[in-house]
């Protein structure tokens, strides 16, 4: 099982080159505090800069194509990320899923692609309010990560999952404890049951949704949570870090 709790930051779409001594800032905090493995994913037009940058924190991507190359307007490959510097490519994610009316099986083949190109995948799951509400949440997010998920043979090293409940994103409502415990605890047994118990348990599962340097202690002391995927509070060093401090015993920055 990876020890080190797992930060994430996504961007989203956010962030000019104005935005690089954010990402220094990072670094250096991580520099500091080697408990916590800290990354961000950034949007694309940053991806080499930020990568030039920083010497600790993993730098990603937060979407690729299938596909590696050809007539394919506007899109970026996984190869070409690669090139750019990405460790790992976030797949799946809600916005991506909804906005864009992206599959399963499209995020599954995107993960394979990101996967081939030897980067890390983090693949998102999660379900929307109507689907909590109607007691449906932990079949529906089990059935949407089975069918997302690639076969593989060295999961635990290559994989992250980033289970992120849609009402929970943006909304400064994030889930409860006992509520990420309980999911967490469904994802695991999955994991276990595609990947066998030791891949599967290597799996690191982070909590999405919400994550502010003041919940973050409760949300990543919960059972099975290990490490976080933050939207909002990434976007300055000052809250992103109070996450990662969170995530660890590390002393004050
Ligand atoms: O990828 C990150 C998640 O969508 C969480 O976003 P948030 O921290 O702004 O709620």
């Not at 493995?37 to 694309?44: K, L």
């Not at 999911?183 to 599962?205: C, D, F, N, P, S």
């Amino acid at each position: 099982m990876a020890s080190r709790p797992f930060i994430v930051g996504n961007w989203k779409m956010n962030g000019t080159r104005a935005m690089l001594s954010e990402a220094r800032a990072i670094d250096r905090a991580a520099q500091r505090h080697m408990k916590v493995e800290v990354a961000i994913a950034p949007p694309y037009t940053l991806i080499h800069a930020v990568h030039r940058e920083v010497e600790q924190i993993g730098v990603g991507a937060q979407d690729c194509h299938p596909g590696d190359e050809g007539a394919f307007t506007g899109d970026i490959s996984a190869p070409m990320l690669a090139d750019a510097g990405a460790k790992f490519v976030i797949v799946g994610h809600s916005e991506r899923r909804q906005g864009h009316a992206e599959s399963n099986d499209l995020v599954r083949e995107k993960a394979q692609s990101a996967l081939d190109a030897g980067m890390q995948v983090i693949m998102c799951c999660g379900e929307d309010a109507k689907t909590r509400e109607a007691g449906e949440a932990a079949s529906f997010v089990t059935k949407q990560l089975k069918s997302s998920l690639p076969e593989l043979d060295n999961a635990g090293d290559i994989l992250t999952v980033a289970y992120e409940p849609i009402w929970a994103i943006g909304t400064g409502n994030s889930a409860t404890p006992d509520d990420i415990a309980e999911m967490h605890a469904e994802i695991r047994k999955l994991l276990v049951k595609l990947y066998g118990e030791e891949q599967g348990t290597g799996v690191r599962i982070l909590y999405g949704g919400s994550v502010n340097p003041e919940n973050a202690r409760e949300i990543l002391s919960t059972q099975e949570v290990g490490g976080a995927l933050v939207g909002g509070a990434s976007l300055t060093a000052d809250s992103f870090f109070g996450i990662a401090l969170a995530a660890g015993d590390a002393p004050e920055a």
